[in-house]
DNA sequence: CTGAAAGCGCTAACAT
DNA sequence: ATGTTAGCGCTTTCAG
């Protein structure tokens, strides 16, 4: 049974037009102060609440961002969609999420439903790698006047808002105190080819380069966190095969399954084998893992900023001048990096 | 710049009245084979997408269901958030999220929200632990026409509907393992007084009880994890001051503090202590730690369903017998439990 | 300062 | 089978 006290009912209950009913709970315009207090007396009364798909409908902005990222269950993506929450309920907004299990048709079909929603913008990981993957009908969803904001990768090829880290810096800074450490082979953990991942191997390279030490593409394995295939197994073989003295692991959600199978193995870090893994987990300060960490918080903060800057422009015609921010990661350095 | 396309836009496009354009796109109605291909071909060329804030405020129904939480970043919420998301999915829903920090007046406010917005219904832990604890003027946020489940918790005092593992049983069924290991003294360490968490110390109880151990309050302590005040370090030495054999950890937010301080102690599990702790995290199988996992997709799943049941009941006023769903955790068995 | 009324885009009852 | 039209509840222009 919905019972819904509209601004009509208010207005009656305070002898005057819905008009003025309106102005007072909007907060605009003018009204006697005789009126106002009728009004916010009927409010308090009736316990009217303004129905929002009314005024959504009305204003055409629903103060609703939508977060579409690739696996929500990643300590990563959960970390983001906390600040995300927090920076929008600053702003008055509530936040939608969606998953799309890094299925770009799970993700065209939620981008579709924030047009249909008019969601005021989408905070975006995007599971499309390359812009020329996507299907001509699809690729209006990326440039259509929804603000889109891209948060830690981007699709290669595609002009956009992004807000991440400075995976190549960083990385690069990484690997180098790896091979100040004495290490020469470094096998790399990576998930899959998104730009993040082959920044992140740029920085990579560019360490050893610096040092002459050679760039060798099979010390780099690729594997889906993926409970069934146990492909990582496959993967940290391959590394171990090649006698490196460390791993460096781009992706948190790698170095569970890594440090189980060194477990397995017995072998001990860094007395065996070094490791320097992505992402900042409370594991890895009870372990004493050396870590990059990303300023999570930040990235999310300011996605939402972006976004909804990005939302006003549309109305002020006004240019952002920046479309690329980088935020700086931190590299913690704990006890799993020994030297050679 | 909104450039909406409507159905009065099709309509013209295709040569047809808004009525039966709106039929083939809505699916509903009679409507010719010509008129239909006629109305889909203009569609597509337009790139027509409804708008779902119209559709809403007509059909009064917003495909939309939020989570309201108290601590978005806790890994059991994470993973009911991730399970909800799933199964609203396969119902067509989009969910908005809402962060309370665990504070009652945050609460009622994403509540007045999701009136407003009109959302389908609210999946809520709430941060409320008695009813007599809420003004009179919140109180019908929690009895008005929006339905709302419950998970995890209940307030006291509401008659509510509520999805939940069953706490005292297995609670009971844990402690009784401890009991049987030998152990006599077992600490507990609680996060604050929620129904869940009585629950789970009546169990406890109960296993003392029927083993004729008597039962200590001042063996529990409650501990708000929190970064600052470091209140676990306080609560985790006035057990240990009580020589407790085992320590009973009520929710894994805390079990990583108590695991570091016994490191930074030198104490080894279960050699210098046995350790039980609730949900199940992935450091716990690589530590080797018991633990109660609950059935948090299940939970999460079967609260859709059940909140989908409850608007539907709404409408065709057909009650629905069971309010209180238990589902059934298990206890993992692994190595930090040892006889004494 | 206030009120009447148009209209946001869609649905569905009603008429043809 | 198809079209006309009256709202859903709100905001806001335009008159007064």
Not at 47 to 63: C, G, I, V, W
Not at 121 to 149: N, Q
Not at 282 to 290: M, S
Request: proline residues 2%; negative net charge.
């Amino acid at each position: 049974m919905d019972t819904q006290i509209t601004i009509a009912d208010v207005a009656k209950y305070a002898g005057v037009s819905t008009a003025t009913a309106g102005r007072v709970v909007g907060g605009y315009g003018n009204v006697s102060e005789r009126s106002r207090e009728k009004v916010l007396k009927a409010v308090k009364e009736l316990n009217y609440r303004p129905n929002m798909m009314a005024q959504s409908l009305r204003r055409n902005t629903t103060n609703t961002i939508a977060v579409i990222l690739g696996d929500i269950k990643n300590n990563y993506c959960n970390r983001l969609i906390y600040a995300i929450e927090k920076e929008a309920q600053k702003h008055g907004c509530n936040v939608i999420i969606c998953n799309t299990h890094e299925d770009p048709l799970r993700e065209y079909r939620h981008l579709q439903e924030m047009y249909s929603r008019h969601v005021d913008g989408v905070i975006l990981m995007s599971a499309v790698k390359d812009i020329s993957f996507v299907e001509e009908s699809y690729k209006d969803l990326y440039a259509g006047d929804m603000p889109i904001v891209f948060v830690d990768r981007t699709i290669r090829g595609l002009d956009s808002y992004v807000v991440q880290s400075n995976n190549r810096e960083i990385s690069h800074d990484a690997v180098n105190y790896l091979i100040g450490l004495g290490h020469k082979k470094i096998g790399v953990l990576a998930t899959d080819d998104y730009s993040t991942v082959r920044e992140r191997i740029e920085g990579y390279r560019q360490a050893l380069e610096e040092h002459g030490i050679p760039y060798l593409p099979n010390l780099i394995r690729y594997s889906q966190q993926d409970e069934e295939t146990q492909d990582y197994k496959q993967a940290l073989e391959n590394i171990r095969e090649k006698k490196v003295t460390a791993i460096y692991v781009l992706n948190n959600n790698l170095c569970m399954d890594v440090l189980k199978e060194l477990k397995k193995q017995q072998l001990s870090i860094p007395e065996d084998l070094s490791l320097l893994v992505w992402d900042d987990e409370e594991i890895n300060d009870y372990l004493d893992i050396t870590t990059i960490a990303q300023p999570v918080e930040q990235i999310g903060k300011n996605a939402v900023r972006n976004l909804l800057k990005l939302k006003k422009k549309e109305k002020d015609a006004e240019k952002i001048t920046e479309n690329y921010e980088t935020l700086k990661a931190d590299i913690i350095f704990r006890k799993s990096c020994g030297t050679v």
